[in-house]
């Protein structure tokens, strides 16, 4: 009886502890997948609000191990190094453990965790978005959920200035054109 007892939670509930048995409740499909992703220039051919000089920074995807990925792009104008834009896009695969939006979310609520700025971003797309600190009077940053996607973004602005608004205005501007722009063709 001992045995089975043992054999029952090694197969049964220690599997269920160490996730094996989860499975997620969240039927969603995942709107974002790598290919949607596939190079930063394509965001620039889809919008002439990005500004043209795009460079790809960074990209980690292993589909061998995991269709999560993350894609780190800057923008800048031609001939000029201000205004500088960074977008990073981390996009999440929906598994047996856990959908692709629960792990977005996740990501998110770690990612703001720090952030204490709740003021309003002025986003009409998104599920949810936070201002992110800002580094210096010329850089402003924000934040935001869509789906199974997490998107960072960064502006910093040709010239410094007191209000904030002067840089969130460009980057809010640059955030819609860059959510047009990645949205799954």
């Not at 001992?2 to 502890?17: D, H, N, Q, R, S």
């Not at 002439?48 to 999560?68: G, H, L, M």
């Not at 402003?140 to 904030?164: E, K, M």
């Amino acid at each position: 009886m001992a045995t089975a007892l043992v054999v029952f939670w090694a197969t049964g509930f220690g599997a269920y502890l160490w996730g094996a048995n989860h499975k997620t409740s969240d039927t969603t499909p995942d709107k974002y997948h790598d290919t949607d992703f596939a190079a930063c220039t394509d965001f620039t051919a889809r919008s002439p609000e990005i500004p043209r000089n795009a460079a790809e920074v960074a990209r980690t995807w292993y589909p061998e191990i995991s269709k999560d990925g993350t894609l780190l792009c800057s923008f800048t104008p031609t001939d000029q190094q201000r205004p500088l834009v960074e977008l990073q896009a981390s996009w999440f695969a929906t598994t047996a453990a856990q959908s692709g939006s629960e792990h977005a979310t996740t990501t998110f609520t770690g990612a703001t965790a720090a952030s204490n700025d709740d003021s309003p971003v002025g986003l009409a797309f998104g599920e949810k978005a936070r201002r992110l600190p800002q580094k210096s009077q010329s850089d402003c940053g924000l934040i935001f959920l869509d789906r199974n996607a997490v998107f960072q973004l960064h502006y910093t602005a040709a010239a410094p200035s007191g209000n904030p608004e002067s840089c969130r205005g460009p980057l809010r501007k640059v955030a819609q054109a860059l959510y047009t722009a990645v949205q799954p063709r």
